[in-house]
């Protein structure tokens, strides 16, 4: 009777040492899978953040954090100074604060003419002068009724 009971201790005792090692490799399965699919993909994020940050320019227009949209104006160190309207309303943020670039400074400015080139026109520059004229005759002089000449 003594064996038996020797046999089915020795016999627990063997199963819960491949139990035990089955759930050390399971763990680490697990780990393996959280680094590929949560940790790796966002140090990325963050290395191309880092790299848009440091590759800001004079004239880029961007959007931050905080969901301001501006033209960069000045660059120091890690601050920024924006233009966000017409009316060249300054902020001055941290680079960190910026969250993309929406249109990098070479497309905002053109491309730099040549010295035998004139320098191209505006294409917007018709737009433009719609959006001046409606601005200056007012919002309700849409509504105005028109005097027809006939009466």
Known sequence: MTAFYL???ADATQAS??????????MVVLLAVMYFFMI???????????AMRNNLQVGDEITTIGGIIGKIVSIKGET???ET???RTKIRILKTAVKTVDVPAAVANGPIPQA??????NPDAPALKKEEEKEKKGFFSRFKKKKKDDE
Not at 17 to 26: A, R, V, Y
Not at 40 to 49: D, G, T, V
Not at 116 to 121: I, L, M, Y
């Open 7 to 9: 046999k089915l201790l």
């Open 17 to 26: 040492k491949s139990s035990g090692i089955t759930m050390i490799i399971m």
């Open 40 to 50: 790796r993909p966002s140090r990325k994020q963050e290395k191309e953040a880092t």
């Open 80 to 82: 920024c100074t924006i």
């Open 85 to 87: 309207s017409k009316d």
């Open 116 to 121: 035998d080139e004139p320098a191209p026109e």
